[in-house]
């Protein structure tokens, strides 16, 4: 009975690097998260222990510290095709290279009504992503770049119910045509392209993403995560496919009803678990192929 | 040897509650977590098991959610006080009342460039606290009124630096001219009454915080702090005494030199730990009492 | 241009399940974080917001618990193949259902040096794991099951060495023939059926992953790795598949020499982020098709 | 209308230190998580920024370090006696220096049943603390040590009721003859002196603790508290005061009725908030003065 390696992958996460814009008296600050991942001819290091193929992780780590600089972070997917490019074109047993990123918000500090020129709060409401994957040279060479969001907290206090559903022996929820909805977003979507306008395109999904949250009068968190990555996709044109995935986070109304006092949907208990947990692809028909587009870091265990 | 039972209290810790105020299309949200703890005659419980004098945590986190109906939550000093005067005046063991709240924040969803009437995203900048300390009855009775905010994360990118200091044996780090600082800070303050305009004062004393931050030409974290505090005591008159900690989140300036790229204050290394930890009062001469009005809930450990 | 649902599922996440065996005095604890995942003809529900083929998650969460009681927990796989069997058998919308079970571990508490009979406390060790996935009816039908842990967290304080690596422009690492080597280990492995003696065959599992990684000197943690999971199928006759994911949780030796004091390998810091990230997979030749073994019920995003 | 500096202290949080001893081929290991904090002659820093009188944060982490070798790490307590005492004999405008540590605990990995000499998972159970605070100079000295643990999960699946409590309006809770009770217990206890045989008290104590928890049948959870802190100070001669601090982890018997299963306490929810804290210090009456022993770090938010 033979063993072999199967799949295998290795690189350095999480380098929290904080990029300052210093040109002008107004400078300007980019907070990541970075994560470098490599595949390739690395069995070797695995089989016999051999690391003449291996670049160290500590050396992803010191390229995306520099690259911070030599090519700058004017937005996290034009920083992260770079660093893969890099890894796929220079360093020769790597065949295929991801990038993942999170970037994490700043507002300037308001004094006196004017943005300070050099002072930010973090604004905590929801963390920007991109993930981009390189593979193969020349005619081979192939390159995804998908954005994203997470952490994005959403809540709506009406305009949502769940009736109509299945029932079995163990059914005891009652159906209802009024309840808060609330989760806490993460969406992902994959460019047809690797060239955009990336920091515009972030903002119009955001935007879309919560205004059609927001109007879509909701029959189940299903149909308004469809309804908001169809938004998506008929709005942006150089977007191809929206993965979403929404915990329904639980808030149950409160009864009140025996201290003698009314509760018309207005006190309600925010429970942490368990949790609904609805995920959905929306795609164009004519996508170009995902590829290895979504085959994340973490995605082997 | 004689063994007695010393300090106790009790009660029931972080009570999600979501009150939603609906009385027009125009809706309105509060999320707080609260906590609640009492203190009093309840040696017995301890020192034999006896009950008969404990009104139980399920009985208080009861009481908690249907004061969010029946006393609103215009802001969380008001509620806070309305329940802790509750427990003191009606629940007779009850001496002293202690309710702690977080207070998560919200803002509208916009939908055509307008706030959406039930939609919001959680801001997650900085989580709003109060807590209210209540002692005795009649003559006795003393009401001591705190707000905060925490995990208000804030970074200057210049207009800092740190010479001069001590050394000994142990020193190794250079002095610095020019660095960024950033901290996460945790700041609680107390009003001389029980009686505010609480929503403003919270919303103007954040904003002289983070201003002053941003305009103090910092000589050291230390320096900044008592500015802050000592700005928040002159600009509100209700205010007398204000307490801060701030962790000093370290930015490493990176060493691009020997990759060939310069970095003059540009990119940094933002690390997680260890952290410098500075942590001062800023008070009234005149300041009245503090009582127990800093004796937390999880004080006795 | 058409818009499309793709890939879709639902479910219930983070049961968390406390089941106690008390059919004699010596009773018995099973605790339990249960996440339940359905996937079918649920599109409607996307598309129209239609229910009526919807089993809601607060059924699939009543039957978790309900067959804790119903089945038993003498193992999670067997638990988790029971409650999978029955939503893709009972419920007619279902195609496939899959189960991940999270398991944390207790021990007794000991009294005068025996085995309390009701008492215990949390080991906190590592996480145990397992995750069923069933498709298909009749010919048709596929089972499969993986076992696994997470958060085994493990060092060595010599046998280690990384040398002998590619270097390039940003290489900065020095080689070193003695380090210390840590990871948190996350493992899962897949079965070839779905009988075994799971519960044995975890300890088994557990106890060679733990002694390979002390006992193989490692020249890099890729070789460990590999090895790990070799030793594992080399033992355990049922086990097709080892998929490994370990981060290098880096200890940096502290230079202490500028304060006069000699450090050879015995004070290090050891930091959080960032961290190397090394993944395999280890397979037997004759292994038989995954199938969905490993998409998980966060999978699409 | 003055402005005072009031309470003021600073200091670096935690120094991530692993301590290696390989003086022979069976190594050991001590992994702790150390905080310095400095009180003393520190105005000026504070009121204008001058920082001469002032240690860096560095420094102490510098010193945090070396101290690990120079002193070594045979118990927490020694250890950070000797870090304090450093910083209030050396470092002269230092007044009062608090250390405070956690440790986290390993356990050799076992191959073919024998224990290896390089190699240890982590055991996870419970953190042990220590905090030290050292005052004075000459005939002021004063020196408190305290120990302790947090962390510790424990569950009792009987032996516990809560019947007989106080009932008002808001009274919903149902008196129960038989439940399951769990905590995860924070201890403190402070030392008469600053000599101990500081290991072997953790080990006993933490066993007191445990199967007091077991053995007394629980008419509360206060009771159960102060059962374990009179144990400790009955079999403890150097412990003089225990501090308990214990969340009431709610296991809510999950109703199955209604599905026709039975349910005598064998199936739980258990339930992450709200949780009851119980509270409750025990001091033997001939305790010496606790002085600043329980002023924390993080004492004046």
């Not at 409401?125 to 954005?147: D, N």
């Amino acid at each position: 009975m033979g063993i072999s390696l199967g799949g295998h992958q290795y690189g350095k996460a999480e380098n929290h690097i904080v990029r300052i814009y210093r040109d002008t008296p107004r400078h300007d600050i980019k907070d990541i998260n970075v994560s470098t991942c490599l595949r390739g001819d690395f069995e070797a290091a695995y089989l016999t222990g051999d690391q003449s193929a291996v670049l160290p992780t500590d050396t992803q780590k010191q390229t995306a510290y520099s690259y911070a600089k030599e090519v700058g972070v004017d937005s996290i997917e034009e920083y992260s095709l770079a660093l893969a490019r890099h890894f796929v074109d220079d360093v020769k047993p790597v065949h295929a290279a991801r990038v993942e990123v999170e970037e994490f918000g700043w507002e300037r500090v308001l004094v006196d009504g004017s943005e300070h020129d050099h002072t930010w709060v973090r604004t905590g409401q929801e963390v920007r992503t991109a993930a981009i994957t390189i593979e193969g040279e020349g005619a081979e060479r192939r390159e995804w770049v998908t954005g994203g969001l997470k952490d994005l907290v959403i809540l709506k206090s009406t305009g949502s119910e769940f009736t109509g559903f299945m029932e079995d022996k163990y059914t005891r929820l009652q159906p209802t045509t009024d309840r808060v909805m609330a989760t806490s977003l993460v969406a992902t979507w994959r460019y047809a392209g690797t060239e955009a306008d990336w920091n515009a395109t972030y903002a119009t999904i955001k935007s879309i993403l919560t205004s059609t949250f927001a109007t879509v009068h909701s029959l189940a968190l299903q149909q308004t995560l469809f309804e908001m990555g169809k938004a998506v996709l008929e709005a942006v044109d150089g977007v191809v496919e929206v993965n979403l995935s929404a915990p329904n986070k639980h808030h149950f109304l409160y009864d009140l009803e025996t201290f003698g006092v009314e509760n018309n949907g207005e006190v309600f208990h925010a429970d942490d678990r368990p949790y609904g947990l609805i995920q959905a692809n929306v795609v164009r028909d004519d996508a170009p192929d995902a590829g290895s587009a979504w085959e994340k870091f973490s995605g082997l265990v």
